[in-house]
C-alpha cells in the first residue's frame, strides 16, 4: 500500500470532470484541481488516469469502462493520487453524456466516501 499523505474530502466538496470517449479530460472543476492539486491548465488534455493510484485493481476501471461504453452508468468507490503523491477516496458516478461536439464523453461526478465505505472498499479491492 502507497503511504502518501490521506486528503479527507470535506463534506461539501463535488469533484467534476468531463473527458472525450478516450478518458482525455476536456473539463475539470475548482474543487478537482484543489484535492487532485492540479491547475486546471494542468488537467485539461491528459488522460483521466493521471489521477488513478496504483493501489487500484485494473478490474475496477475494466467494469468502469466496459459499463460507460455500453452507454449505462457506472458507481464505485475509487481511491486517486494526487499530484505530490497523496491520495482520497471518492464515491464516482460516471455517465456516458453528449459532449457539445456531438461526439460521445463521460461526466464524473464524484463526492466524500465514508470512512466505513473506504473500509468496505479496501476490503473488496484486497488493497
Known sequence: MNKGKEIILDDYAFLVSQTDEKGIIEFANEDFCKVAEYSIDELIGQPHNI?????MPKS????LWNTIKNDKIWTGYVKNTTKSGGFYWVFATIYPTLLSNGKKGYLSCRKKATSKEIEIAINLYKI
Do not use: Q
Not at 60 to 63: L, N, S
Open 51 to 55: 489521477v488513478r493510484h496504483p493501489d
Open 60 to 63: 475496477a476501471f475494466e467494469d
